[in-house]
């Protein structure tokens, strides 16, 4: 349940206009940007270092879109360090 930022009514979350007075929701507007959508979650994993930008960038505004993103980073970051122990390990093998 939401309420309209201007005069109060009791309005639909998915409202974007208040049906009683015609104010356009913002903060709706703004909630609805902060989808958590996981392609955030794909792009910290491609693009480890956009994912930590922006969910240092968002850790606020957009908390669930930011936590994507800094999983997307952190995935990233351990299959690395798994990829290179792997391989650290293969050489090991190699070596000896
Ligand atoms: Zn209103």
């Not at 693009?47 to 669930?64: S, Y």
């Amino acid at each position: 349940m939401a309420y309209c930022r201007k005069c109060g009514e009791v309005i639909d979350d998915e409202a974007v206009i208040c049906p009683k007075c015609g104010v356009q929701q913002k903060e709706y507007k703004k909630a609805s940007d902060d989808d958590g959508s996981i392609l955030w979650l794909l792009l910290g994993l491609l693009i480890p270092i956009a994912g930590l930008i922006l969910w240092i960038m968002w850790k606020d505004d957009k908390p669930k879109s930011a936590r994507m993103a800094g999983i997307g980073f952190l995935v990233n970051i351990i299959l690395w360090i798994v990829g290179v122990a792997a391989m650290f390990s293969l050489v090991g093998l190699y070596m000896h």
